[in-house]
């Protein structure tokens, strides 16, 4: 495709009462920008151009797409957004996609049949349109007695007559490059707001005698605008319900997906289930037969099969196959689960590797630590990482037992096949294996209760 996107993304978004740029707010796990310049490439686009203003700096640091970035100093009206960009397209004879930075539900599809329909009729210009029951607030589309489009016409500008057209502008358009920065050139600002719409190009295209077309959205859900805090709600469980309709319908089960939240980014292998309450974000992996939840927070994590968490969180970790994690447990960033570990409750693992088929079944913290295969780790051991200054790595060996109750004071090594006896403070190396017990003599006093008593 010969066409270039040009994404308009410079308000400030007064009524989301936010300081974060209206086009950052998320839907679905990314901000809604992201999900314009993803559908925008989904339909073929070449290049992206997205025109910022307000909060300009948080917005480049935000985004990783590759895109060029065009400010737009001063927000003078869509028309004056667009006349920004025509320094980076000079020359440039193909079409031009303008679209909205708040529109995070527009898909690929739509913004293909749009290119498709003009390029094919031979437009100057083509609108999206959509029919809708409540038009207050967006421009209207007038056609005249064949049909064919001969204008739009702003809310507050609009009469009454036209106030009545419920066929709504939804602010995305394909346009010739040519005839688009030829028509930009003779607007003004002369309407109610003061401001260059890019609504007047059409008329302008049509007096030169471009030929002007619409092609009206299947779904005019696709094309709401993100304005305020409800409509970003709305939005977000329009595509949420969306992402869970896909997945059950490529083999997952969702138990209840009014209440199971999973991102536009997620992944899961077919056969798994997903119990309410569950939260997946980020780009996260799963793989098939999975067990997942109810209440669980999952982000950023990759995970094989047969894969089992239950009221646990889990963040910016590697899981492998037949794992069982939880339930209450918490697996913070830079963890690497081998295949068949077990994480059980009240366990708190952090920036550690725990090889395969090793344990560490309850009540317990390991952070900065490498643990073989085949260990099992008892209830209330802690691996003790920092020393007030800097973070220290344990190390355990293959097949090593660490009885509850033990403090490994880092850094430290446990040997292969070691054993640690309970209640135990180890301070130093534990060599291949040896048994290590550190604990005071225990001294019985008979009758200590009587003789006690005795004194009162």
Request: aromatic fraction near 6%; proline fraction near 3%.
């Amino acid at each position: 495709m010969n066409v270039v996107a040009i994404i308009l993304a410079a308000g400030k978004g007064t009524r989301m009462k936010s300081r974060l740029p209206k086009v950052l707010h998320g839907v679905c796990g990314k901000p809604m920008l992201e999900h314009v310049i993803s559908a925008a490439a989904g339909a073929g686009v070449s290049r992206n151009i997205v025109i910022i203003g307000h909060g300009s700096d948080m917005i480049r640091e935000s985004v990783k797409f590759d895109v060029a970035w065009v400010e737009q100093t001063e927000q003078l009206g869509t028309g004056h957004a667009v006349m920004q960009a025509e320094r980076l397209l000079t020359g440039f004879t193909g079409s031009i996609l303008v679209l909205c930075g708040d529109t995070p539900l527009i898909s690929p599809a739509t913004l293909e049949r749009l290119f498709q329909e003009h390029t094919a009729a031979g437009n100057s210009v083509t609108v999206l349109t959509a029919d809708i029951a409540d038009p207050t607030g967006y421009g209207r589309i007038i056609r005249d007695s064949t049909g064919a489009v001969t204008g739009i016409v702003e809310h507050r500008d609009a009469s009454g007559e036209q106030l009545r057209i419920n066929e709504i502008n939804t602010g995305i358009y394909c346009f010739a490059a040519k005839e688009l920065f030829a028509a930009l050139q003779k607007i003004s600002p002369a309407n109610a707001q003061g401001e260059y719409y890019l609504t007047d190009v059409l008329a302008v295209i049509a007096e030169q005698g471009g030929r002007t077309g619409a092609v009206k959205v299947e779904d005019a859900r696709e094309t709401m605008g993100i304005n305020d805090r409800v409509q970003l709600a709305a939005a977000e469980a329009l595509m949420r319900r969306k992402i869970l309709n896909d997945l059950m319908t490529a083999g997952v089960t969702i138990i209840d997906p009014d209440n199971t939240y999973i991102g536009s980014e997620v992944i899961i292998g077919t056969d798994s289930i997903v119990y309410p309450g569950t939260i997946m974000e980020g780009n996260c992996r799963f793989g098939e037969n999975c067990i997942l939840g109810p209440y669980s927070r999952l982000t950023n994590v990759t995970a094989g099969n047969e894969v089992t968490v239950q009221n646990s969180v889990i963040t910016d970790s590697s899981v492998g196959n037949g794992v069982i994690i939880g339930p209450f447990a918490y697996i913070r960033p830079g963890t690497v689960l081998g295949d068949n570990v077990k994480v059980g409750d009240f366990v708190e693992i952090k920036n550690s590797v725990v090889e395969n088929g090793s344990k560490v079944p309850h009540l317990s913290y390991v952070g900065d630590a490498q643990i073989g295969e085949r260990v099992n780790i008892g209830a209330g051991t802690i691996t003790c990482n920092y020393d007030g200054t800097q973070k220290w790595q344990t190390k355990i060996g293959n097949n090593a037992f660490i009885g509850s109750n033990t403090n490994l004071v880092a850094p430290v090594k446990v040997g292969e096949n070691a054993i640690i006896g309970a209640g135990s403070t180890v301070t130093k190396d534990v060599p291949d294996g040896a048994l290590c017990i550190e604990r005071a003599k225990q001294k019985v006093y008979p009758d200590w209760t009587t003789r006690k008593n005795k004194k009162k």
